[in-house]
């Protein structure tokens, strides 16, 4: 059995990428889109399309009901639902099942079983899955998380029962402390998920956000496909991810990807999905949750895998089976990815908006562009901030560095601030280049990096004068020293001297 028709439940560059596997496998896709969508690069590539509302998510790509009404009208067999979204809503899940469809991702029972973070934690327990020593179950009040605390020693660190994204989280670092940590982390929990249930962990220091993909079929068959180190990442929000990471060798990426094995089969999980670990500087690893979806950061696993695990969702979706051993599963080189956001990082990572007026491309070897934009789109406040994401493999970590800095030189986006130059920054920063990152690095280091000498003023100057300055401007930018070579202060001269010189030819 296979799909001859597929529809994407989502919008950007994810839509895109699920509408190029439907190509490549021969089997048509159909897009949905808002009315802010209409002429986007995911629907003008999709076989057909269904509007589904106006712009706002919610009167759009939230309305399951809609979406699974327009897979039934255009004859679709199955829905692949992106990321975010619905992609992790049990009852949409479950809806499309009822519609005799497919959803291309896990079973609506393990969405549930994953969906609660105490829940996923007693099932991680249940299946011998080293999780952060704390409770699993709600707190009654200060005195017991005090109790508790002294068994493991401060600090501790408070967390929603419902929780997610860091809402809901308080450090606690003394037993005077405790009674209003307490009531801090349940009144934002409140607020953000209706329910002000908190539990109590121990506080792991300085630890590296290491998650394991794994890819398992309808037959048995569970495959972890190796770790990414998403460590460098901003108020929870993942900026820079790679695979693999410096931080796991060869015996701990088997331990990691049993364990995460292990726990993707005690939910009853099927397809593509990841498990969250903190891994502490002394090599001990704790399942922190599981995403029940695709990732945005899965490109940097296919690339030192050389498995499509977008092809490969569709294909166990369909009732195949995967062929691979888990010992044919060893990565081949190194791969980065940065999220290149309509942001502006000098200004505090304010959303930016407009027409993007111009865009050039990198290209090149080993060079991967997943984008949902381009010149003339329309960037706006309805939608995530993400406007593509660029990707490169190269054979050593050094050497995708390398290579990440001369993608982002390239790179050329007029009409919206982008964080392309923070990224630039953080290619030549010194700790980054050591691997020497974790879950604080980038809070930490963030100053140091936004104030670094940067082509802005470069940038500035051609958007005034258009597409024709921005081309002589990279021409000139292509110059700086190489990212192994330059010294942050080096480089700052060296750029503004290119400036001078390209100020002169005006
Ligand atoms: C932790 C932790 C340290 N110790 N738990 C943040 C979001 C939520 N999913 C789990 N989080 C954390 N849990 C213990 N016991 C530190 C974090 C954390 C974090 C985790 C992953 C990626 C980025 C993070 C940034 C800040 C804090």
Redesign the pocket.
């Not at 962990?201 to 792991?204: L, S, T, W």
């Given at each position: 059995m296979s799909f001859s028709k597929i529809l994407v439940a989502n919008r950007g560059e994810i839509a895109l990428r699920v509408v190029r596997a439907c190509r490549e496998m021969g089997i048509a896709s159909v897009a949905v889109c808002s009315d802010a969508d209409a002429r986007a690069p995911h629907v003008r590539e999709a076989d057909e399309v269904v509007n589904i509302g106006p712009p706002p998510s919610s009167e759009s790509y939230l309305r399951g009901e809609k979406i699974i009404e327009a897979a039934t009208r255009t004859g679709a067999q199955a829905i692949h639902p992106g990321y975010g979204f619905l992609s992790e809503r049990e009852w949409f899940a479950r809806a499309v099942r009822d519609a005799g469809l497919v959803f291309i991702g896990p079973p609506a029972e393990a969405i549930a079983a994953m969906g609660s973070k105490t829940a996923a934690r007693q099932l991680a327990i249940s299946a011998k899955v080293p999780v952060?020593p704390g409770t699993t179950t709600p707190l009654a009040d200060a005195a017991e998380a005090r109790r508790i605390a002294n068994e493991f020693g401060y600090p501790v660190?408070l967390k929603a029962a419902s929780g997610?994204?860091?809402k809901g989280?308080r450090v606690v670092r003394a037993a005077t402390e405790m009674d209003t940590s307490l009531e801090a982390a349940r009144r934002e929990a409140k607020n953000a998920f209706g329910d002000d249930a908190v539990y109590v962990?121990?506080?792991?220091v300085g630890?590296r956000?290491v998650e394991i993909q794994v890819l398992g079929d309808q037959h048995g068959t569970m495959l972890s496909l190796n770790e990414r180190e998403c460590s460098v990442?901003r108020r929870?929000q993942k900026m820079i991810e790679e695979a693999p990471s410096v931080a796991v060798p060869p015996d701990l990426r088997r331990a990691m990807g049993e364990t995460a094995v292990r726990a993707a089969r005690a939910a009853g999980y099927v397809n593509a999905g990841t498990c969250e670990f903190?891994l502490d500087r002394d090599g001990s690893f704790y399942f922190?949750?599981m995403n029940t979806r695709l990732q945005v950061e899965h490109p940097v696993t296919e690339l030192v895998t050389g498995i499509d695990l977008v092809q490969w969702q569709i294909r166990v979706a369909a009732g195949e089976r995967l062929p691979f051993k888990q010992e044919e599963i060893v990565p081949r080189g190194w791969a980065i990815e940065c999220r290149i956001t309509s942001e502006d990082p000098a200004n505090g990572f304010l959303p930016s908006t407009g027409r993007i007026s111009y865009l050039h491309v990198p290209a090149g070897p080993g060079v991967r562009w997943d984008g949902g934009i381009e010149a003339g789109s329309e960037v706006g406040l309805y939608y995530d901030p993400m406007l593509a994401k660029l990707i490169v493999h190269a054979p050593t970590r050094d050497a995708a560095i390398a290579r990440m800095h001369r993608a982002l030189l390239e790179l050329t986006i007029e009409g919206v601030e982008s964080s392309r130059d923070f990224h630039l920054r953080v290619m030549e920063d010194a700790e980054f280049k050591a691997g020497a990152i974790e879950?604080q690095w980038l809070e930490r280091r963030l100053d140091s990096i936004v104030r670094a000498p940067a082509p802005p003023a470069t940038v500035k100057a051609a958007a005034l004068v258009g597409a024709l300055i921005a081309d002589r401007d990279r021409r000139a930018l292509r110059q700086t020293p190489a990212a192994g070579t330059a010294r942050v202060d080096d480089s700052r001269r060296d750029e503004w001297l290119q400036v001078g010189r390209l100020e002169g030819l005006r």
């Open positions: 952060v660190l997610g994204g860091g989280m962990e121990k506080y792991i630890p956000h990442q929870h903190l922190l949750e879950i």
